[in-house]
């Protein structure tokens, strides 16, 4: 059938193994692309181009050495406003912060964030050298409940754009799931605290931090909080971390590696055993 092209063990073959799987991708690559090119000349449709994703947000030491002041680039703004303005609810980001310079960092990072919109507002709730697991950033409805997402440390770096999400997550109509998926993360009847622990310099780790937290925002039984491992060597040396992203699932099972959304409910599925959450 034109148009239509199948790889691997879907296809009629004598011979079933990863190899001939790999030629068919290939062959199917190819003759799609042809039939692509084909088919814009014939009809005289050009496909749009995609939207650019939001580039990871540098962190301040990265803006001091080249001299650059701008937290957000107006590329960047414009294509968060396009986050911004489909979110359903307005969201208030709660900061916990000591007295260390990451502090600092991120509460102009979430108060510059927070001018780009309406949909958010700062709120500091606590400034103290004794604050434990500061710096750290809430996100929390406008009568103060608690979605379940939080992240400690800066939220720069690969993890920018999995913050975004997280926001978008939480205030709704948030990314597009089928209906399996969202009928298992409701079927969560017991409460869930994960600790994803991340170097902003991972890129296998936004896949986990945003599986995460958007079941943790579907789901009122379920939290995910984010640690940047920079700033939390006793959470290093506490669950023996030798690899990130490293998830840890009610203080008790830690698990390494990225995952999706239905790998991550099948985990949880198994798993979600320890009431923890008030």
């Known amino acids: 059938m034109d148009g239509v092209y199948a790889a691997g063990d879907v296809c009629i073959k ?3 193994q990863v190899v001939t799987a790999t030629g068919d991708g290939a062959l199917a690559a190819t003759e799609l692309e042809k039939y692509a090119a084909s088919m814009q000349r014939k009809t005289g449709i050009q496909p749009e181009q995609p939207s650019a994703k939001i580039k990871a947000l540098p962190t301040d030491a990265q803006r001091n050495t080249r001299g650059d002041n701008a937290l957000f680039t107006p590329e960047m703004s414009r294509q968060l406003d396009e986050v911004f303005t489909r979110m359903e609810r307005p969201l208030q980001l709660v900061l916990y912060l000591d007295d260390r310079p ?11 964030l927070a001018t780009l919109t309406d949909k958010l507002k700062v709120q500091v709730a606590e ?33 920018f754009t999995s913050f975004v999400l997280g926001l ?9 799931l089928n209906e399996e998926t969202r009928h298992a993360i409701a079927g969560l009847k017991k409460s869930v605290h994960m600790k994803v622990l991340v170097s902003l310099s991972c890129t296998m780790c ?29 959470l290093k040396e506490r669950y023996h971390v030798m690899s990130v992203p490293c998830l840890v699932v009610n203080d008790e099972q830690v698990v390494f590696g990225k995952k999706n959304i239905v790998q991550l409910l099948s985990l949880l599925e198994e798993k979600s055993s320890v009431p923890v959450r008030v």
């Not at 990451?102 to 510059?112: F, P």
């Not at 400034?127 to 608690?146: F, K, T």
């Open 14 to 16: 004598p011979l079933r």
């Open 102 to 112: 990451v502090s600092a960092e991120l509460e102009r990072y979430i108060t510059e």
């Open 127 to 159: 400034r103290s050298a004794s604050v434990q697991e500061a710096p750290c950033v809430r996100v929390c409805l406008m009568d103060g409940a608690y979605t379940g997402l939080a992240f400690h440390g800066v939220p720069g770096g690969h993890e």
């Open 168 to 176: 978008y997550n939480a205030a709704g109509p948030g990314q597009t």
């Open 206 to 234: 936004p896949d986990l931090v945003v599986a995460a937290q958007h079941i943790a925002a579907l789901n009122p039984h379920i939290t995910a909080e984010v640690y940047d491992l920079a700033h939390y060597a006793q």
